[in-house]
């Protein structure tokens, strides 16, 4: 089953891929300098024990993203 979702909805362990950016400005730009552009698989590494921020392996690196900017990368499980 294949739906749309949030980046900060992922739980650690869980994969994804990126189907767009709802956001503008320079975090969008800095996002998709980073590796975050539509199709690209994201795995949720580890969350801090305060929820915020997170993990992610994007492109063979480690980005710490948090919620409320994850709260705007739309993904497809």
Same mark, same amino acid.
Do not use: F, Q, W
């Given at each position: ?8 909805? +992922?739980? /650690? #362990? /869980? %994969? ?12 969008? %730009? !800095? ?7 539509? #199709?690209? &698989? &994201? ?5 801090? %024990?305060? #929820?915020?921020?997170?993990?992610? +392996?994007?492109? #063979?690196? &480690?980005?710490?993203? !948090? !919620?409320?900017?994850? /709260?705007?990368?739309?993904?497809? !499980?």
């Amino acid at each position: 089953m294949n739906y749309t979702t949030n980046l900060s909805s +992922l739980t /650690e #362990g /869980e %994969s994804c891929r990126i189907r767009d950016l709802a956001m503008t400005g320079k975090i969008r %730009s !800095r996002l998709m300098d980073l590796g975050l552009t539509s #199709g690209a &698989v &994201v795995e949720c590494l580890h969350i801090s %024990s305060g #929820g915020d921020p997170a993990a992610y +392996l994007i492109s #063979g690196a &480690v980005i710490a993203i !948090r !919620r409320c900017d994850a /709260e705007n990368i739309i993904i497809a !499980r």
